[in-house]
């Protein structure tokens, strides 16, 4: 790869293309010419970067030529209709949508856990060059999950999401905040999808079972099958087991996730702490005595996913339990998790997965 | 008991008491004289009833004289002031909050889950006359839990709550359209406890581990204890195994909660939702191919405790599992549940244990 390589944004002007040109600004990526491409209708926009600003240009096959390195985040439609022709014709593209994800041969990379995923780009005939950005809500679990399988591995893993309203972009992000001022004007509020917007539920001080459909089969929604399934392939375990709940909450753009691990290994408390300490990554907020936990506003705009609440699960352990059995080793643990859905649930995992090309 | 007992609610100014108010009007529940009690500061304020309105008086022992059945709900402190004096005086206390529910002798009760609880009402010698209302997760947790236990057993709970701002009164309520207020209006948003108000973390848009201390040897909250050590009182179970995840999100008055049980009996998702259905006080809320099952808003103003999401747990079918194994019974599922706090979680259920001493 070039040392300094021509890149593109493609889906430049959605919420997480504005987080993927910020965060490549912060890391100082070593690029040469830089592109920002939307639709046809965002063409000509400026959009601001390194003290500058770069000019939109409209997503055409013509304008991948000659990028080494394309960022996508415009939706899976738009990745299936230009990710493989570009991809083979030798620019490595990262994909943030779900069109890959699941793709034999396609890496589904999270640098600090599967770096190994993106050894051979070319497994995948169809899908040459192609590596998909997993799941936001997938990417912050297992940020806390993966030292935590290392040292003592998992055996089974429930969790239960508070989804930002990110997840569904600028879009779903503006529908809370109006939603929410129309609520506090008095006004009744109404679900988002009877008006053009997104969302099935009014969202103003509500919350709602995740806005994907639901299989009439397994009574999962995309969402949580995306979890489940994206851990087996990252994790290489086509068998790990999994629960997922997806909710989504009226917070603006950092997800939280309730998990309940049982181990393969006993583990003390302490020696899960310190694994997710020593994670990079991955920063513990488990302050008892202050009752100060990962929240979304403290995960919002920082890289860290956040860990806390960090305590034996109380249902494996006896109801007589004294303190003197809470020091010992425990085969379950409850965790609360919070990451920013924008920056590590998808710009800033694209970004390093584009630093580990380098 | 009177036919027409005189009763009285102290702290009937706060959210749960003007809540018992609405309540006792909308079921018709016969009484004679009805007593609007509160703190001296209150005292004289007129709150509606029945197309008039009540004049609250200040509560004091000889308020309480002559009064049949006492709603209760103006804080532990108070309940532990006035309650066991009046309960000895013959005087029947529905108390809502934590003071006395986990006293031996004190019966915890759901009028659909344990109503045999309450047929002793002098079984403390130090507090007779007196039943406790259990906490408002607890209460809306059971509420879905055991038709489910009493038809297939419950081996073990694991729950992870998403908790409304009503919990912590009127006060915890405006906190948070308060903040979302000043959030809307561009200013920046600090924790309520730093200005004299409740909650310990910024309100609007976030959430945060449930406002309680903390433990630091088990880690658990006091919200977290209460529905661990509560459910096992009233299913009269002390070895019944739950973990418990409590966390504030920014609703105003009905509570969520995500539940992965196992059962000790394996059970079809027709046959759960069958016993769901069929149990007093449930709506089965559960519409995979719309996308609708419980929220916050529909359970809000409402007596039902929602259930939905009804559906095998995921982590204990094999990868492979083909829809046929869907139709199998399974030994644990994973359900989405939602309930007003402020009634079932508190006035209602208060409300119901006193229609049951008539």
Not at 169 to 184: H, V
Not at 256 to 277: C, H, I, Y
């Amino acid at each position: 790869m070039n040392k300094t390589p021509t890149i593109a944004v493609a889906g430049a002007t959605g919420a997480v293309g504005r987080e993927m040109l910020e965060i490549l600004e912060q890391r100082k990526f070593p690029h040469g010419t830089i592109k920002a491409l939307a639709s046809p209708r965002s063409a000509g926009q400026q959009l601001p970067y390194r003290g500058g600003t770069l000019t939109v240009e409209p997503l055409t096959h013509e304008s991948l030529r000659g990028v080494d390195i394309a960022l996508f985040s415009a939706g899976s439609s738009i990745s299936k209709e230009f990710a493989p022709a570009a991809g083979k014709a030798g620019c490595v593209i990262v994909d943030n949508s779900s069109a890959f994800r699941m793709s034999d041969g396609v890496p589904l990379t999270i640098p600090e856990v599967n770096p190994e995923s993106i050894r051979n780009l070319h497994a995948s005939a169809s899908l040459p060059n192609v590596i998909a950005n997993p799941n936001c809500s997938t990417i912050i679990l297992l940020m806390a999950l993966t030292p935590i399988r290392r040292a003592f591995g998992v055996e089974r893993t429930i969790v239960s999401t508070y989804q930002a309203a990110s997840g569904a972009g600028a879009k779903g992000m503006d529908e809370l905040e109006a939603q929410t001022r129309d609520d506090l004007a008095g006004k009744v509020v109404r679900p988002g999808i009877e008006t053009g917007g997104v969302f099935h539920e009014p969202y103003a001080f509500n919350l709602f079972s995740h806005n994907t459909a639901v299989d009439p089969v397994t009574g999962l929604n995309v969402e949580e099958s995306k979890v489940i399934l994206e851990t087996r392939k990252i994790w290489n375990d086509p068998s790990a087991a999994l629960s997922a709940t997806c909710i989504r909450v009226p917070v603006r753009r950092a997800h939280a996730e309730s998990v309940n691990v049982t181990l393969k290994t006993p583990a003390t408390t302490a020696q899960v702490r310190e694994v997710l300490s020593k994670f990079p990554g991955v920063r513990v907020v488990d302050d008892r005595a202050a009752n100060l936990f990962p929240t979304p506003l403290k995960a919002s705009g920082k890289d860290d996913v956040l860990v806390g609440r960090i305590r034996p699960d109380a249902s494996r352990l006896p109801a007589s339990a004294t303190a003197a059995d809470y020091d010992q080793p425990a085969i379950a643990f409850d965790l609360f998790i919070c990451g920013d859905q924008l920056r590590k649930g998808a710009a800033l995992n694209a970004v390093q997965i584009a630093e580990m090309l380098l």
